[in-house]
Structure formats: structure tokens, C-alpha cells
């Protein structure tokens, strides 16, 4: 059998859900085309790293700071202004939203898309334009996580947000000696946080700290922070073994992102 990447087994097991659970059949369609989309703009993606001072790389990561600038990404404008449109043209579908298509300059995409990078918290969901950049970028800083990280030792890495591109983690992972894996929701790179505490606003009291077990095997968390008011789901790999598609399980749990914000988590 060919080898699939990471993304294509994600496309495959929404197939396979979607003829299970008739009723969210367009949710996961929208998360196959997506997929399809980010997949075949990350082969296109060539740049290579110029140069790797990997004392420099070691010394960022050791005073907590994430690896890449964004001028570092060598983001091509025009491949990147057609991504957007491929994107923006999927949501608007998902939608049903009939909208002329508006002039995209290169330009100005690649300043906004500059911003959100460096904005790290995205939570207007509304701004369609906005989600379509940060989709659109996800394979660039998948492409350049997977060229950098190799370079540093990241068990020295200890903070909450993402030590390849600084964003946030949308999910984690209890692996089978019990530590605890966070997953960043912008290149998807994975590192080790501490067991308990809160990532998003380092809270360790444990009166403000709590998680709830989900699933029919209780294989999941949802971890909650009354500080900060952030949620994070995770699954237990204990409980659910140990082969797990990053890609796909935050797309399955959408129960849990649910419950959480009407809880008043974000
Ligand atoms: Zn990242
Ligand atoms: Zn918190």
C-alpha cells in the first residue's frame, strides 16, 4: 500500500465517519476539502532553510522564544493569494453565502496574513477572510516546523504556546507513561507540557483548575481554566491507544468544543 501522509489517513477516516453520522455529513466534507486543499498547497511548497545556526536556534528556544519569524516562511505572494481564494471560495460554498469575489492584492495579504501570525490568538470566527489566512498558512508553518524543529532540543522547551511558531495549542495528548503532549492549532508541531496546569496562562492552582472525562470509553478531557476561561481537549492515550491522527481527532470532538463554550470557555 502507498504511503499516506498524516492528512491523507485524516481525509480517509472523515470518509468512513461521514457514512456513519449522516447528519454532519457537510462539517466533515467541509474538513475533507480543506485537508485536500492544505495538502497539495504543502507539496508545492519548496523553501528550504538558508542557513541553520543551531546554537542561535537552541539559545531562542532556551529563553522561551518561539523559532520562526514570519519573514522566515518565504511565503511566495502569488501562490498565496490564489490559496486564500481556494479557501475563502470553500467557506463561502459551506456557507451558502453568495458573495461577489473581491479583489485580493498580494500585497495586502501578506500583510494581514503578517498580523494574524503575530495576533497568536484568533477567536473571531466571524471574519471569514481572516480564517481563510490562517488556513491558509497552516501549511507553511507545517512545512517550516518540520524544517527547523529538527535542529533544537525541544525537551528544553517548557512554556504553553508552540516553540516552532508561538501559537496556541488546540489539543493534547495523554500518552502512555502519562505525560502530557500539547498539539498547536497553527502547524500542528507537538511538544511535552507539564501534566497539570493551564498552557494558556501558566495557572497551576488546582482550585481553578479542572477537567471532565468524555466519550463512551471516557478516552477524552476537557480541561478548563477559571482564570483564564480557556479550554483544551485531549484524549487519553491510555484509554484509546496509541494510534492516534492529530489532524483528525479535534475535527471528531466537536462535541466537546460545544459544551465548553457554553460553558463560557473559549
Ligand atoms: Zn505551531
Ligand atoms: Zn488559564
Known amino acids: 500500500m502507498m504511503h499516506q501522509t498524516h492528512r491523507e489517513k485524516a481525509?480517509?477516516?472523515?470518509?468512513?465517519?461521514?457514512n456513519e453520522d449522516h447528519a454532519l455529513t457537510s462539517y466533515y466534507q467541509l474538513y475533507q476539502d480543506l485537508l485536500q486543499i492544505?495538502?497539495?498547497?504543502?507539496?508545492?511548497?519548496?523553501?528550504?532553510?538558508e542557513m541553520?545556526?543551531?546554537?542561535?536556534?537552541?539559545?531562542?528556544?532556551?529563553?522561551?522564544?518561539?523559532q520562526l519569524p514570519f519573514d522566515h516562511l518565504s511565503i511566495d505572494e502569488s501562490s498565496f493569494r490564489d490559496l486564500v481564494q481556494k479557501i475563502l471560495d470553500l467557506l463561502l460554498a459551506y456557507q451558502d453565502e453568495k458573495v461577489d469575489k473581491f479583489p485580493m492584492d498580494e500585497e495586502d495579504l501578506i500583510t494581514r496574513a503578517k498580523e494574524r501570525f503575530m495576533l497568536i490568538q484568533t477567536t473571531d470566527n466571524s471574519d471569514l477572510l481572516g480564517l481563510a489566512i490562517d488556513q491558509a498558512l497552516m501549511p507553511y508553518l507545517e512545512h517550516a516546523a518540520g524544517q527547523i524543529m529538527t535542529h533544537v532540543d525541544k525537551s528544553k522547551?517548557?512554556?504553553?504556546?508552540?516553540?516552532?511558531?508561538?501559537?496556541?495549542?488546540?489539543?493534547?495528548?495523554?500518552?502512555?507513561?502519562?505525560?502530557?503532549?500539547?498539539?498547536c492549532s497553527r502547524c500542528r508541531y507537538q511538544w511535552r507540557y507539564k501534566r497539570t496546569g493551564c498552557p494558556f496562562c501558566s495557572?497551576?492552582?488546582?482550585?481553578?483548575?479542572?477537567?471532565?472525562?468524555?466519550?463512551?470509553?471516557?478516552?477524552?478531557?476537557?480541561?478548563?481554566?477559571?482564570?483564564?476561561?480557556?479550554?483544551?481537549?485531549?484524549?487519553?492515550?491510555?484509554?484509546?491507544?496509541?494510534?492516534?491522527?492529530?489532524?483528525?481527532?479535534?475535527?471528531l470532538t466537536w462535541s466537546l468544543d460545544k459544551a465548553a463554550r457554553e460553558k463560557g470557555y473559549h
Open 11 to 18: 481525509i480517509q477516516r472523515l470518509e468512513d465517519v461521514k
Open 38 to 49: 492544505q495538502e497539495e498547497a504543502e507539496l508545492d511548497i519548496t523553501t528550504s532553510l
Open 52 to 66: 541553520v545556526d543551531e546554537v542561535i536556534l537552541n539559545e531562542r528556544l532556551r529563553s522561551g522564544l518561539p
Open 157 to 183: 522547551w517548557l512554556q504553553g504556546n508552540c516553540p516552532s511558531c508561538g501559537g496556541e495549542p488546540n489539543f493534547a495528548c495523554l500518552d502512555e507513561d502519562g505525560s502530557r503532549t500539547l498539539v
Open 203 to 251: 495557572n497551576t492552582d488546582p482550585k481553578t483548575l479542572r477537567y471532565y472525562p468524555a466519550g463512551e470509553k471516557k478516552a477524552y478531557r476537557l480541561y478548563v481554566c477559571d482564570a483564564c476561561k480557556h479550554y483544551l481537549k485531549a484524549i487519553d492515550q491510555r484509554i484509546a491507544g496509541s494510534d492516534i491522527n492529530i489532524i483528525v481527532e479535534p475535527i
